[in-house]
């Protein structure tokens, strides 16, 4: 039986459907959560896709924080639930304290959408164990408010952990120390800027980088579920 | 020294998605007696101790720079003049 | 303050016959004014006023476009892929016997100069209503702009604000943005163009209709609430009251856009579609309430009446005939049988979206509109939406044509040495109409749902439909406004072969065309004349191609003063491919790869890039067209892809063959090795545009058979060298060499750079 990972679907959630395909081709079985409902439906893992939530209005992710869904999620993440939050899903995490730091206006102001060369810095995370130690991957990096900022102990709280997740190679916003994606301290709540499930076909995506991220997570649960 | 800020809204007439979203957002805490929210940018500049014309250089910047005239209105209060 | 305002009823206009009435400033004629009398047997209310002067305007009845536009209708190829056509929000074809496609271009001109960012964000959300209004899912959007100089102080202002506009809303409502073309020249600096296009997908069987048919079904209004947004040009009507209100904003001509709401009715509207509780749905577009009422009711077979204190309002102390000639963004009308009004609220109000039920279908055959229970509108629906004035305006051949076309760009001063010949390459490459737009383009998302296989900078954008069978759709948006200066017919019509080959050059075939007409004020006859002219050429060509014109639109009154704008038809045109994973990619295969020339190089340098760029010169002849040429080369293309005989295809067009090498090598990274045909003029070979060519890379061992195709189809073919990732750029043999770090140091950045950036 396969997993069954969740993708929440916020008003102004836009890349739900490509979550869930990504999750189908890497093997597992989506199911859609909805914001306003407070039940997950049993799902093994959840993922927050990319979009502009509520519009994004105030800050990315600041109203999101306060759906039905997310009171569910943050408790499922606090038992060791995989949760992953990608780009506006990354935002919302941030703004629900289940990560740390913030997504701020990109240094250049501009919403710019390029290709991201990363390092994947930890394989110690449920959404990165199939890479190999320092992958270098790419995925699409497409965003305005992407610049990774926190205050300098954090920063050095989460280098010291093993915390900081993936690395730009190439910095296209100005984040800081590079960083492109953040795990919490138990490993399962991951937040990246960059699009896994927008590289995972070689016909529409840069690389098809972006299943080995839910292939990890299958990976993850699979281990969990023959201990 | 002189401290100017500048509030620029948009006009009242124009649509203000983020003030809508907000507004929308207000009953998941709980606040159901609100009727609008509107969000606008606070700008703040300080001017050398001996500028001068603080107003009427404030009233150049808001006008050609801080708020769009089409859309945005914009109110200056001088602070320590 | 109460909710009570004192109107103009039907009654107070049946008491009152002589009341002076502001029709002129309305923008109504004395005969058109007298003509509302008669429909309506008495003087029209203020509202009613209002009504057929926003009808009847150019904009809504294309009053002086009609007597031309109907050639379309009498040309047009039939084909039994064509499922809805002109009239419609949009033109729907068939793609296989499961899925439509609906696509469809829309100028929003002149709100983008006025205010750049929102002006360029509420027409892509107009057109994206658009394709929602037929019942399909929007699946990505692109955009053909033009700009004046790029140097000129309010290209600064408007070009960052319009790409700001499109990408903002594109990005915010989850729309790939797929190509377009960005063109800039003087004839533009007070009236850029915007021309957005959006295309979207549907099983055939959820085509909705905008008829509002079936008495006692409600009408309901779904979406932003209404506010003042764009009534400026009702605002004689103010009533003294309001006036005095002191607000000096009060009467906005700018509307601004919310892309959020508009995701939220795509996914409204298409589980609405999908769970059969719509009758009849019409988008909101430029002329609001007064459109959507009286075109859904004219399209009906009854009436129609609405309360229109009902609607729900933004702003306070709305009149009658504000709340009906509103432009505010993100909303439609819907059409419900009275059983399933309920549902449709409640799925509305899942989402965080409005619905409110403003009225019913009668059968009296009238459309009446009461407020607070006094009627303030009662007329024929057919009246405002069908029955508008019609004009054959005078048209008159420009007096300078003949001049302009002894005036050759062939006889102008050409570089002589290689060297020369070497810096133009470079030079043009940097030039802003050749140079890389990824400054632009960058601001786009592009990969959204998944479904992009080509993007910019390819020819076309290839987009998939269907994950299981493989099949898509390609578009490409061209337009070339001086070609249209010097011969606004053969103009009209490099502009429809250009997109048709771009469409072609990625492997699929072309099945339908839409167009945006953009032209300077139909009052002067010169510009009529430019507009019968383009109008007859892309009907003529359409007709010769075998591919429909299914919709579109045209923007007048793009002049400052008595200076009109380049006559620019931009053209759409969409092609199906059954594999997307045979899309033919921009490009240069792989090492060893020939590359060669299809179609034949003739010196045809009137109204290219090399004349404008090196001498500032319009004149002469456009490049010739040749549709039958372009059929063959389209079937040899979709056939290669088909076989899998090509590695990359490029379409050459502005800048000839050296800028289709430029953009070939800067994006694949290989180099060329390319040595010209014996006895051809190097210039002459790298820079004439003439149409009909396109380069493509063909893989080893396949050179005989892409030959014998082409031979067998009377095309021409020259190799010209090959591919190689050892060779740095460009080595053109005998004559000069260009490394890839002098192509992209003149190739890219210049944007930015030119913006100040």
């Known amino acids: 039986m396969s997993a069954r990972v969740g993708v929440v679907t916020f008003p102004g959630s836009l890349d739900d459907r490509d979550a869930a395909r990504a999750v189908y081709l890497a093997g597992g079985e989506p199911v859609a959560l909805w914001h306003d409902d407070a039940q997950i439906h049993g799902v093994d893992a959840v993922f927050l896709p990319g979009g502009f939530s509520y519009g994004d209005a105030l800050r990315c992710g600041a109203i999101a924080r306060f759906s039905q869904v997310m009171d569910t999620v943050k408790a499922a993440a606090a038992q060791g639930m995989p949760v992953l939050g990608v780009c506006n899903g990354f935002q919302v995490l941030c703004e629900s304290h289940l990560l740390p730091g913030a997504l701020v206006r990109n240094a250049h102001l501009r919403y710019r959408n390029r290709p991201a060369r990363l390092r994947v810095e930890t394989t110690r995370t449920a959404w990165t164990n199939a890479f190999a130690p320092e992958a270098e991957i790419v995925l699409p990096a497409k965003h305005g408010e992407g610049r990774y900022v926190a205050d300098e102990a954090v920063l050095d709280r989460l280098e010291g952990d093993g915390r900081v997740v993936f690395r730009y190679l190439d910095n296209p916003n100005g984040s800081m120390r590079d960083i492109a994606g953040v795990a919490n301290e138990a490993g399962n709540v991951v937040g990246l800027m960059p699009h896994p499930e927008h590289a995972v076909e070689a016909l529409t995506g840069p690389s098809t980088d972006g299943l080995g991220i839910v292939a990890s997570v299958l990976a993850h649960l699979s281990e969990g579920a023959s201990r | 020294m002189a401290r100017v800020v500048v509030d620029v809204m948009l006009k009242s007439e124009i649509l203000d998605p983020q003030g809508e979203a907000v507004l929308g957002a207000l009953p998941r805490l709980g606040v159901t007696d609100v009727s609008s929210v509107r969000i606008g940018k606070r700008v703040e500049i300080e001017f050398d101790e001996n500028a001068r014309n603080v107003e009427e250089q404030s009233r150049v910047i808001a006008d050609q720079l801080l708020a769009n005239p089409v859309i945005e209105s914009f109110a200056i209060s001088i602070e320590g003049a | ?757």
């Not at chain 3, 059954?578 to 921009?586: F, K, M, S, Y």
């Open chain 3, 1 to 757: 303050m109460t909710s009570y305002v004192p109107v103009d009823t039907v009654g107070v206009a049946s008491a009152t016959p002589d009341e002076k009435q502001p029709w002129a400033e309305l923008g109504l004629k004395d005969d058109e004014y007298q003509r509302i009398r008669e429909i309506l047997g008495r003087r029209p209310t203020q509202s009613e006023l209002a009504m057929y002067s926003i009808m009847w305007s150019e904009h809504c009845s294309y009053k002086s476009s009609k007597v031309h536009l109907r050639q379309f209708g009498q040309k047009n190829p039939r084909t039994p892929r064509l499922l809805a056509g002109i009239g419609e929000n949009a033109g729907v074809v068939a793609i296989d016997e499961n899925i439509a496609v609906t696509f469809k271009v829309e100028s929003h001109n002149h709100p983008s100069y006025v205010e750049p960012k929102q002006g360029a964000a509420t027409g892509v959300g107009g057109i994206i209503r658009d394709i929602i209004a037929m019942g399909a899912r929007p699946i990505a959007v692109m955009d053909s702009l033009r700009f004046g100089a790029i140097d000129h102080p309010d290209t600064a202002r408007v070009l960052p604000g319009v790409v700001d506009g499109i990408g903002h809303y594109g990005n915010c409502v989850g729309l790939p943005n797929i190509g377009g073309e960005t063109y800039f020249d003087p004839c533009y600096q007070g009236n850029p163009l915007v021309n957005a296009l959006s295309v979207g997908v549907m099983p055939r069987s959820r085509l909705q209709s905008m008829q509002a048919s079936g008495t006692g079904n409600v009408v309901i209004l779904l979406g932003a609430k209404t506010g003042r947004d764009g009534i400026g040009g009702v605002s004689v009507l103010a009533s003294a009251t309001f006036s005095e209100s002191g607000e000096d904003d009060a009467r906005p001509s700018v509307q601004v856009g919310d892309p959020f709401t508009e995701k939220l009715l795509i996914e409204v509207c298409l589980e609405l579609f999908d769970a059969q509780l719509v009758v009849g749905v019409q988008d909101l577009g430029g002329a609001g309430l007064t459109c959507a009422l009286s075109e859904t009711a004219a399209a009906g077979d009854g009436g129609m009446h609405v309360d229109l204190e009902l609607v729900p309002l933004r702003a306070k102390g709305m009149e009658p005939h504000d709340i009906l000639a509103s432009e505010s963004q993100e909303r439609m009308l819907l059409i419900v049988d009275p059983a399933k009004a309920e549902e449709v609220l409640a799925r509305a109000h899942r989402w965080g979206l409005l619905a409110t039920a403003i009225g019913t279908v009668t059968d009296t055959g009238r459309l009446v509109v009461d407020f607070h229970g006094q009627t303030v509108v009662d007329v024929p629906p057919k009246s405002l939406a069908d029955e508008g004035p019609v004009y054959n305006r005078p048209l008159a051949e420009p007096n300078d044509l003949g001049l302009i076309a002894v005036d050759r760009a062939e006889t102008l001063p050409r570089p002589a040495t290689d060297e020369e010949i070497r810096q133009t390459v470079l030079d043009m490459a940097a030039s802003p109409n050749l140079c890389d737009k990824s400054w632009i383009t960058e601001q786009y998302d592009s990969s959204v749902f998944g479904n992009t296989v080509l993007g910019t900078p390819h020819d076309a954008g290839v987009v998939r439909l269907d994950e299981r069978t493989g099949v898509g759709i390609a578009i490409s948006l061209d337009g070339n406004g001086r070609f249209a200066r010097l011969d606004p017919y053969h103009g009209a019509q490099l502009a429809l072969a250009e997109a048709y080959r771009n469409v072609a050059v990625t492997g699929a075939t072309p099945i339908a065309v839409s167009d945006c007409l953009n032209f300077g004020s139909p009052e002067d006859p010169h510009v009529m004349w430019q507009f019968e002219r383009a109008v007859t050429g892309i009907a003529d060509g359409c007709q010769k191609l075998g591919i429909p014109v299914t919709g579109g639109n045209v923007s007048f009154y793009n002049q400052t003063g008595r200076e009109a704008i380049h006559p620019t038809p931009v053209i759409g045109v969409l092609g199906v491919i059954e594999d997307v994973a045979r899309r033919i990619p921009l490009g240069l295969g792989r090492t060893g790869d020939t590359i060669a020339l299809i179609g034949t190089t003739e010196e045809e340098l009137s109204g290219s890039e090399w004349a404008a760029v090196k001498h500032g010169h319009l004149g002469g002849v456009p490049p010739k067209v040749d549709l039958d040429h372009e059929m063959k080369l389209a079937d040899l293309l979709s056939r290669l892809a088909e076989t899998e005989q090509l590695a990359a295809a490029h379409d050459l067009s502005e800048g000839g063959l050296a800028q289709a090498l430029v953009e070939a090598i800067s994006f694949s990274g290989m180099g060329a090795q390319i040595l010209l045909p014996e006895g051809a003029d190097p210039f002459t070979y790298l820079f004439s545009e003439s149409s009909g060519r396109v380069l493509v890379v063909i893989p080893r061992g396949q050179e005989l058979a892409v030959r014998s195709a082409c031979e067998s189809r009377g095309l021409p073919i020259t190799p010209l060298g090959v591919a190689d990732a050892n060779t740095d750029g460009l080595h053109l043999r005998d004559h000069f060499d260009l490394s890839r770090d002098e192509i992209d140091a003149a190739f890219k950045g210049r944007i930015g750079a030119r913006l100040g950036e």
